[in-house]
């Protein structure tokens, strides 16, 4: 019997998200892999499950390089970001011995004591944006916290000018989205800001990862090409801080939906870390994987995967499916085992987990204390999620609180 694309389950649409997980539940209960239809029209095999997803993020055969297969994958008209186009370049879209080479280049500013020593930074960031909303008692937390906060922690980290970052935060958000003209757009206007960045660095050299990257690059063994300084500039910061904000926007969701659980989490913050666990676990920030390709013809979950056709996991479905199947969608802050793939598996598990953890933990932690009565605004505004793309998060979080003053802490 021959499937039509026609036939094909449609993902990555806004009518998909709105109701995310209904639907990849009914895809579990078929199986664990499926051939599905995404928005731009072209086809690829989508996993749905926990274990079939840690088996394919770890799949010596499925190669997360597009550039062997650029010519296929155009016929077949899917839109593709070679290196010097968006993500080109770095270690997202590499395959050892590339990728274990550029991940050691940058992993130095992610060990637990780096990241550790940014978490006074995180709270006074998050104290100051709640400073700016707590007298007027309504707010858009996308807007006024879940936003700005991970952007000013990774443009710190990296050394981006305090007046650039509004434009990076915009061209990141349009470069998540499907593919379109705005996507490569931003995308481009990413890659210029941040050459024009490097090359100011070179000139000026200074303490941050950027710069230290420009040294690497610069230095007598030619670790780390010109193609490759952008390319690792521009996924870090996209992704050094996309997936912190929908890891922020899932958790506060997940909260004004179930109060009981923030009221616990207030009067037990130490419960934080592992509540964010299952935050991860309950609404992955990142919905989808991008495309693995093919390298040889193999089988998975019992089915034949061509060399050149795609692979694709669903974080969000994999992660709920991860546990017992009686408590999936269930939101429990105490979780003893909140087992997910929000941050992926294998070799390239996320390099800034630890950093989106620790902005998670420490975020919730003080928005909580400083507003102990925050709601949902009144009327209920209708739930947006980010319409396209590969991540998953809401578009507002319009809320209401009581007025408060501004924090003593400095």
């Not at 095999?45 to 297969?69: C, I, M």
């Not at 050691?104 to 940014?118: D, G, N, W, Y």
């Not at 004004?256 to 309950?282: I, S, T, Y």
């Not at 920030?285 to 693995?292: C, D, I, S």
Request: aromatic content about 4%; hydrophobic content about 45%.
């Amino acid at each position: 019997m021959t499937t039509h694309n026609d036939d094909l389950t449609l993902v990555g649409t806004a009518e998909f998200k709105a109701d995310a997980h209904a639907r990849y539940a009914a895809l579990r209960a078929q199986g664990p892999i499926h051939r599905v239809r995404s928005a731009d029209g072209t086809t690829s095999w989508l996993v749905v499950d926990y274990e079939l997803g840690r088996e394919t993020l770890a799949h010596p055969q499925l190669s997360k390089n597009p550039e062997p297969f650029a010519e296929q994958l155009r016929a077949s008209g899917r839109h593709i970001l070679l290196a010097g186009s968006g993500f080109g370049g770095n270690m997202l879209m590499a395959d050892p011995p590339e990728h274990t080479r550029l991940r050691r280049l940058v992993s130095k500013a992610f060990t637990p004591a780096a990241i550790e020593r940014l978490a006074p930074r995180v709270e006074q960031l998050a104290h100051e944006l709640i400073d700016a909303i707590a007298p007027a008692g309504t707010a858009d937390l996308v807007a006024a916290f879940t936003g700005p906060l991970p952007m000013a922690v990774i443009c710190d980290l990296l050394g981006v000018p305090e007046q650039h970052r509004d434009n990076l935060q915009r061209w990141t958000r349009r470069g998540m989205g499907n593919p379109s003209t705005a996507q490569r757009e931003a995308l481009l206007a990413l890659n210029t800001y941040l050459q024009e960045l490097l090359d100011a660095k070179r000139a000026a050299h200074a303490d941050d990862l950027l710069s230290h990257l420009i040294g690497v690059h610069d230095d007598d063994h030619g670790r780390l090409s010109t193609t490759e300084l952008l390319g690792t500039a521009v996924i870090l910061v996209v992704a050094g801080h996309e997936t912190t904000v929908n890891l922020l926007g899932n958790a506060i969701a997940a909260l004004l939906d179930h109060p009981a659980q923030a009221a616990h989490l207030r009067a037990n913050p130490h419960d934080l870390p592992g509540a964010v666990e299952e935050f991860l676990r309950f609404d992955s920030p990142v919905e989808l994987t991008p495309a693995r390709f093919a390298t040889e013809d193999l089988l998975l979950g019992g089915h034949r995967i061509r060399r050149g056709e795609t692979v694709t996991v669903a974080l969000t479905s994999a992660s709920r499916a991860a546990g017992p199947a009686e408590t999936a969608d269930r939101l429990d802050v105490t979780r003893p085992d909140a087992r997910h793939l929000a941050f992926g598996h294998g070799i390239h598990y996320c390099l800034g987990a630890p950093l989106a953890r620790l902005e998670g933990a420490v975020a919730l932690r003080v928005l909580l204390n400083r507003l102990p009565d925050l709601a949902w605004a009144d009327p209920p505004a209708q739930r947006h999620w980010l319409p396209a793309g590969i991540t998953r998060g809401p578009v507002t979080l319009p809320v209401r609180f009581t007025p408060a003053g501004v924090t003593a802490l400095r």
